[in-house]
């Protein structure tokens, strides 16, 4: 391979120290399957890449010389979507061998998983001068290669023959490359970045035509690259006006993202000079991030390219807010109030900290939290599929359930989340005129009674009456964006029936942290997963110890859910249940000794234990439990782990990380490595089921034959149904057992960069 590629090396020399194969951080969305991305570093005019403690960062003497190099990795990177095209192994090589990429070591998964070319990239968005004024940016310059060099166009013409079934002389193949820029608070100005990469795609789709006709004379195979939703990391970018003002712009002008993560950070020196001013920006910002417009992709400036399965559905494709400030949720209400209809945000993952000794607090936040996601407005409005609840030095109390049921089960949800009477009037929608002023109880969980006047340039769809009287000049409604208020009856346009648009409501995916559940609450988690789980069919629960949700199997779990994940300290398993649900069957309920990691996965060997069957991924740290629990338990578990290997013939996935000491054990672990299981990868196709049957099954009547061996042959055409899908599912492609024994260091003990969680 090294003599067939070696015309590449000057090209894979360029991306040394510039491209790596690790998860994304602002990714750690909770109900995905996180996965590696090739993660480009575009040089910059003023290059601060870090190339070793003894080097300077890397400084380009004259713009030539930057533009060489820059033009350079452009090139590489398509060189490499070409090769991948041909062959995905020699990619991998090519990565490994010249452009020093860790892909691990063998016994890791991340040493065999296929490596797709799809790149995030960093770069430079400060705008470039032109003759015309036109805008340009190494963005721009990078997405389009307008002048490719000779020595690129000649590689691809030997990449092309190494593809022994590409016809030469055929049309040209398109290679489309996906690329999602990473726009983050490690720019000077990141409110300016994402402006400028805004304006960037702009001009790279209104050029795609016109370079669209050069790349149709160029050769064989023929890579470029294409935009998919932007990236974009917020986390450190304090809320201000502006903020407000830049994401409500770019949302309105159909700017679509892959990953936005924000932080309130209620306790910043901005949120405390002036509070009124925060929290209007607060409001504008919550009420376009969480839009009840939904957009058209197609209607757009952008026209993305995705390889995605399924489309994002929605601007905003995934969200990570996280609302610091354990002693305030005065703007807790604002954020709720959006949510419940929002049309922009499909994924989110909300990290919070209540506080449980404040018990007025706990529970009024608990209600907006059932308001937002579970009520009856939200199950009719909100195109929210996937919510992660991640809490923080918190915990429910059976008041904080209670008070959070009240909400979610309530026919007038609104007025239970205020404990106002039913009005004489039942709640109704409404669209506020333009120009209207209200009154804004922006404080409404402490000081009730406080309220400023707001005043709208826009008309605001989405308002929702409650405890109305029908006579009183200022009605109680809430404004999505702004919670409580009262708005004047003249100033509001009541509709009968209040549309959210084409998405169809489905929260069908819920992450929860078990140790938010007071451990003198044993039935929290049950009592709270079965008021919301009508629609769940995806759960995960995450926590400090097994012992902590083993309340969830005592007690059963939700119906619906067909995949369930559970994550504790020193384990992660993954759970199967849609066999029972194909076959109509209840889930069982579980009544294992949950006590400790030693009975959990002795109890995979036992075949009277229902997870026996169920569970399909796991992993084991037996670096955590070493740490935690002493030599001796790590090593019994490690035994059983290599029963569980040979006597269960369900888990498709097993992980093992292990301490220097345990090293010696890789070898057994991975004897059970691409071991094929008696279950079938995926159904047999239709095609081979209706080529099988019409060799079995006579299509004409044939004239009765004496022939002795067609009589012995007959029984094989009347094979029943039963029979039939037996043979079905021992002709289908067995799964293939996949081990990993990943060799932990001692500084190893929580490595972000190699785990991916199941």
Not at 12 to 27: G, Q
Not at 348 to 373: G, H, M, V
Not at 601 to 607: E, H
């Amino acid at each position: 391979m090294d003599r067939r590629l070696g015309f590449l090396v000057p090209w894979c020399t360029a991306l040394r120290d510039r491209i790596a194969y690790r998860v994304i951080v602002c990714e750690n969305i909770a109900w995905d399957i996180e996965r590696r991305h090739l993660q480009v570093y575009v040089p910059g005019r003023k290059d601060r890449l870090d190339r070793g403690e003894e080097e300077p960062p890397l400084q380009f003497i004259t713009e030539a010389a930057y533009r060489a190099h820059f033009v350079k990795v452009q090139e590489a990177l398509l060189l490499l979507a070409a090769v991948a095209h041909v062959d995905h192994t020699m990619v991998r090589f090519l990565l490994r061998q010249y452009c020093g990429v860790d892909f691990g070591h063998e016994e890791e998964e991340k040493f065999e998983e296929e490596i797709l070319v799809q790149y995030v990239v960093h770069i430079d968005l400060d705008q470039v001068a032109t003759e015309d004024g036109t805008f340009d940016s190494d963005l721009v310059q990078f997405c389009h290669l307008r002048h490719p060099s000779v020595e690129f166009q000649t590689a691809l013409q030997k990449i092309a023959e190494l593809d022994e079934h590409l016809q030469i002389t055929a049309a040209p193949v398109e290679i489309r490359v996906p690329v999602r820029v990473h726009v983050s608070d490690r720019f000077h100005q990141p409110l300016a970045a994402l402006t400028a990469a805004h304006k960037a795609e702009k001009r790279i789709f209104q050029e795609n035509p016109k370079l669209q006709q050069l790349y149709e004379q160029g050769g064989p195979l023929q890579p470029t690259f294409k935009l998919d939703p932007m990236i974009v990391d917020l986390d450190c970018v304090a809320i201000t006006t502006e903020m407000a003002d830049t994401m409500d712009a770019l949302i309105r002008d159909n700017l679509w993202f892959s990953r936005v993560t924000l932080n309130t950070d209620l306790d910043s020196e901005t949120a405390s000079v002036d509070d009124e001013a925060w929290k209007k920006a607060f409001a504008k910002l919550m009420t376009s991030t969480f839009g009840s417009t939904r957009r058209d992709r197609k209607l757009g400036a952008s026209e993305y390219f995705s390889q995605e399965v399924e489309p994002p559905r929605t601007q905003i494709h995934a969200l990570q807010l996280c609302y610091e400030g354990e002693g305030d949720f005065a703007a807790f209400p604002l954020m709720c109030s959006a949510i419940a209809v929002n049309q922009t945000v499909s994924k989110l993952t909300l990290e919070l900290s209540i506080d449980p000794e404040n018990e007025t607090t706990s529970a009024q936040a608990w209600k907006w939290i059932a308001y937002a996601f579970f009520s009856k407005r939200a199950r009719k409005f909100s195109a929210l599929q996937s919510l992660g609840l991640i809490a923080t030095a918190s915990s429910i109390t059976r008041a904080d359930i209670a008070a959070f049921r009240r909400v979610v089960l309530s026919d007038h949800p609104e007025e239970e989340l205020f404990g106002s009477p039913r009005g004489s009037v039942d709640s109704r929608d409404a669209t506020l005129a333009k120009g209207a002023s209200v009154r804004w109880y922006f404080d409404e969980i402490t000081r009730p009674t406080v309220f400023r006047l707001q005043t709208f340039d826009s008309p605001v769809r989405f308002i929702r009456t409650c405890s109305d009287d029908g006579e009183s000049e200022w009605v109680n409604v809430i404004i999505p964006g702004y919670g409580r208020c009262e708005a004047q009856r003249e100033d509001l346009k009541f509709v009968a029936e209040c549309t959210a648009g084409t998405v169809q409501p489905a929260l069908t995916s819920l992450q929860l942290p078990s140790y938010s559940i007071n451990a003198e609450f044993s039935d929290g988690l049950p009592l709270l997963l079965s008021t919301v789980s009508s629609t769940l069919k995806s759960l995960a629960v995450e926590g400090g110890d097994l012992n902590s949700i083993k309340s969830l199997f005592l007690e059963g779990f939700p119906r619906t859910v067909e995949g369930m994940s559970l994550r504790s300290r020193g384990v992660e398993a993954r759970f199967d249940f849609k066999d029972y649900h194909s076959s109509q069957e209840q889930p069982p309920v579980m009544s294992s000794d949950w006590t400790d990691i030693g009975v959990f996965v002795k109890g995979l060997t036992d075949v009277t234990n229902p997870l026996r069957s169920c569970i399909n991924r796991l992993r084991v740290r037996l670096n955590d439990i070493f740490y935690w629990r002493g030599e001796a338990e790590a090593d019994e578990i490690s035994e059983t782990l290599l029963h569980v290997l040979e006597c269960n013939e369900t888990l498709e996935f097993l992980d093992v990380v292990a301490p220097p000491d345990f090293h010696v054990l890789a070898a057994a672990f991975r004897d059970f490595h691409l071991k094929p299981l008696p279950k079938p990868l995926q159904p047999l196709s239709i095609e081979c089921k209706l080529a099988f049957l019409s060799v079995m099954t006579p299509t004409n009547p044939t004239q009765k034959r004496t022939c002795k061996s067609l009589r012995s042959g007959q029984p094989l055409c009347q094979l029943n149904e039963h029979v039939l899908s037996k043979i079905f599912a021992f002709a289908a492609p067995p799964v293939m057992r996949k081990v990993y024994f990943r060799k932990a260091n001692e500084v190893d003990w929580d490595d972000e960069d190699t785990e991916v969680p199941l």
